[in-house]
């Protein structure tokens, strides 16, 4: 019984020490957790070898994974047989991660696995020799490639579609998600409450948002997210609603410029042809009369002008 | 002065035209008009992007829009010419441009894809063929000595609007949405009113002389005045119908560098911006060919066709090496020949036109480029289809592009059985009445002697006679 009491106790305490380390959320850097034994994560391996100063590798994460990241130098002028080698996890040092790191082939090296679980596990992590060499690798959710960065214009009354693609390069979000900003955060957009103003169409890689009957309140920044199991990356796009008197303006103007000139033009003619008729008179006389009923005509208009001879 | 003898010279095809003064204004009349038709049409794969997103429709669909709008141009060109013998080539090209207009300002409202094929491809179709035609063939008119010249001119603001229109649009698209944009473009459209205001209204409708005057309401006869007006009698000439045949063949495979280009860059390997580049260096080759061409040709060194068909024979060459010149890979050859092949396609649309009088003569000019126009439109819809079909079935453009440089050149050889082709000189072209209507011709022709010289109308003709001290 007593054993059983014992045991017990021990977990207790095994769990106290465990929650301990979960639940304190300093305002530092979260250490990166401890292997858990329980949940079989999979594993993965980022290698990166540095002949220069700093390199900087991008990792692209789904699901939650054992990451790997191996560094591998091939020191400087003055090859130490040992240096110092730690962990950086967004500019701050990892702890209990500093080695001393030994002269192997002609190379240091320094690895360490990371359990990327969720999104406060990605960020960008680098290694360090002696600060003097820097690997960074940034773990990251598959970015998208920025679709728009003009706003999109559409018009009061009128309907829109918003789109969002996630390259063929890139893997496959599981869903998408769509986001209206509202002052600093995000509301999320379910169709399900107003079916009639928006509509979700998802496929694949792509994202469609279509809103109906737009009103100026519509306008706005929209996200777009792509949901894997790690994190949800988002996709950012500007709307901008219009009254249909903004571009009848423009409209207005260029058409009262085209009836000005074909005014002006017609002026211009009837002014010349009197020029010329008054002109014409003056050196001859009589043959003149004879054609002149039709010289008196608008010039404008279809009327056929036979000549009367 | 020799320029106000009228038409009894009518033997030499030097006739007409008096070749300055106010053909100039016509000229740049014409230089708007061009490019608020063509080079809107050429500008307008921007709005497609907006279509495929806002109709939810294929490419394909929407590439319609364009096929419909230019070939209502091509086919209705015919009308416009008829309707310009008939009435007033002033108001037909007025009418054309209020039509143009109102066709893109309709598209602003649609809000389906066929309420786009009606607007912008039929409505605006229609005007851009009233206008075009018409246009061209009053120029030409004008024009003797400097005919290709004044239509290089003309012609190179195809080009050089096009390079305006793009970026122009593409703000307006970001401004206004594509409504917004069209509704403008519509507005901008209109301007091509107050440049057909600017054509002298004709002083007598080009009916044919025989006017039986007491069966005028007969079918037959009015039948015959229709034929008369659409120039219906010249689709019995050999020469013009050879003429034609080689225009039509080597618009077959014209197009098809301006379709397919872009794509074929990007296939054999270079970048967007490298593709876009190529394709951004044979416009402005484009433009220079006109232009040089226009010059050239009218210092009379050699005959207009012999000419032509050397400027076929080159595009057609250089549209064969385009791609053998990209499969060995290297950039400077491909731009090299791209250049080449551009100089040579602009160098050969300021003759195109500008070779029709000489064959059916300056009265008929205008129903035979409307014909012109109608034929060759089949040719556009057949040779780009034709060629997407070959990439489809062989999997990169060389094989379009073999076929199409084969159809320039089989152009080539056509016009070359042109009667009197290895003649040094022109032929003159064929009078248009017979004997006995040549006496009516004459008694008009020697009327219009004494009336020109009294006219105070506002023809062109008649300008000169008020500007130079008069002598009978």
Not at chain 1, 62 to 85: A, D, H, R, S
Not at chain 1, 227 to 255: C, D, H, Q, R, S
Not at chain 1, 290 to 307: A, C, D, F
Not at chain 2, 216 to 244: D, F, G, K, Q, W
Request: aromatic residues 10%; negative net charge; charged residues 15%.
């Amino acid at each position: 019984m007593s054993s059983s009491w014992e045991q017990l106790f021990f977990q207790i305490l095994l769990l106290v020490v465990f929650c301990r380390h979960i639940n304190t959320k300093t305002p530092g850097p979260t250490p990166p957790p401890l292997v858990s034994i329980n949940s079989p994560l999979p594993t993965d391996i980022r290698s990166v070898v540095l002949k220069g100063e700093s390199h900087t590798e991008s990792v692209e994460l789904l699901n939650p994974v054992n990451l790997t990241l191996e560094c591998t130098w091939t020191g400087n002028q003055n090859k130490l047989p040992n240096i110092t080698g730690f962990w950086r996890k967004d500019g701050d040092e990892v702890e209990n991660s500093r080695l001393t790191v030994q002269l192997e082939n002609d190379q240091y090296n320094l690895k360490r696995v990371f359990s990327i679980i969720s999104e406060e596990n990605l960020g960008n992590y680098s290694c360090m020799f002696e600060s003097e060499a820097k690997i960074d690798f940034v773990l990251a959710a598959p970015h998208m490639h920025e679709v728009r960065d003009k706003p999109i214009v559409s018009y009061v009354g009128d309907s829109v579609v918003i789109v969002c693609k996630m390259e063929e390069t890139k893997p496959k979000p599981s869903t998408w998600n769509w986001y209206k900003a509202n002052g600093t955060d995000k509301e999320q957009i379910f169709t399900a409450a107003e079916p009639l103003r928006y509509e979700i169409k998802n496929d694949e890689r792509k994202t469609k948002l279509v809103v109906y009957n737009l009103t100026e309140a519509d306008g706005g920044l929209y996200y777009c997210g792509a949901v894997y199991a790690i994190n949800t990356t988002m996709g950012l796009v500007e709307l901008k609603v219009i009254n249909f008197t903004e571009p009848l303006k423009p409209f207005i103007a260029i058409t009262v410029e085209v009836i000005v000139l074909v005014v002006a033009i017609m002026f211009y003619e009837r002014y010349q042809s009197k020029k010329n008729y008054t002109a014409g008179k003056g050196m001859n006389d009589q043959t003149n009369t004879l054609t002149q009923g039709e010289n008196n005509e608008p010039e404008e208009g279809s009327s056929m002008r036979q000549r009367k001879v | 002065m020799t320029n106000n003898k009228p038409k009894v010279e009518g033997r030499s095809d030097e006739a007409e035209g008096p070749d300055g003064g106010w053909g100039w204004v016509l000229v740049g009349a014409l230089f708007v008009s061009t490019s608020l038709v063509f080079g809107l049409m050429r500008s307008l794969g921007i709005f497609f992007v907006e279509f495929v997103q806002y109709f939810e429709e294929s490419a394909q669909a929407i590439s319609w829009i364009s096929s419909t709008g230019l070939a209502a141009q091509q086919f209705f060109s015919p009308l416009g010419a008829a309707l310009c013998n008939a009435y007033d080539a002033r108001v037909v090209v007025m009418t054309g441009g209020v039509l143009a207009g109102l066709g893109l300002i309709l598209a602003s409202q649609a809000t389906c894809l066929v309420h786009l094929y009606l607007t912008m491809g039929l409505i605006s179709g229609l005007g851009w063929g009233l206008i075009f035609t018409p246009m061209v063939a009053t120029v030409m008119a004008h024009f003797t000595r400097r005919r290709t010249l004044v239509l290089g001119l003309a012609f190179s603001s195809i080009g050089l609007s096009s390079f305006a229109f793009n970026p122009l649009f593409q703000w307006l698209v970001e401004m206004y949405a594509w409504r917004g944009a069209l509704l403008i473009l519509g507005g901008l459209s209109l301007n091509i009113v107050p440049c057909g205001a600017l054509i002298h209204p004709q002083r007598h409708s080009k009916a044919p002389a025989k006017v039986d005057s007491e069966n005028r309401s007969s079918r037959a006869s009015v039948l015959n005045r229709v034929s008369s007006y659409l120039e219906l009698s010249l689709l019995l000439e050999r020469p013009y119908i050879t003429y034609t045949l080689a225009v039509t063949l080597l618009n077959v495979g014209y197009f098809v560098p301006y379709f397919h280009l872009v794509a074929h860059s990007r296939q054999a390997g270079f970048s967007e911006y490298q593709a876009a580049f190529v394709m951004s260096a044979a416009g402005a080759t484009d433009i220079l060919g006109r232009i040089m061409s226009g010059w050239f040709s009218d210092l009379r060194y050699f005959r207009l066709i012999h000419l032509l068909t050397m400027w076929t024979t080159l595009a057609g060459v250089f549209i064969m090496l385009l791609p053998v010149s990209s499969l060995s890979g290297s950039y400077t050859a491909l731009i090299g020949i791209s250049l080449l092949y551009g100089f040579c396609s602009g160098a050969l649309t300021s003759l195109v036109f500008a070779v029709v009088p000489m064959i059916v003569g300056v009265e008929r000019m205008m129903g035979g480029l409307g014909l012109l126009q109608l034929i060759e439109s089949g040719a556009g819809l057949l040779g780009t289809p034709m060629s997407g079909l070959l990439k489809d079935i062989t999997g990169n453009y060389i094989a379009s592009f073999m076929v199409a440089g084969s159809f320039v050149i089989l152009g080539t050889l056509t016009m070359a059985t042109l009667p009197h082709y290895f003649s040094c000189t022109d032929p003159l072209p064929p009078q248009r009445r017979s004997l006995d209507e040549g006496l009516h011709s004459e008694l008009k022709l020697m009327n219009s002697v004494s009336s020109d010289k009294n006219h105070k109308g506002v023809n062109d003709l008649t300008d000169e006679v008020t500007k130079y001290p008069q002598d009978c």
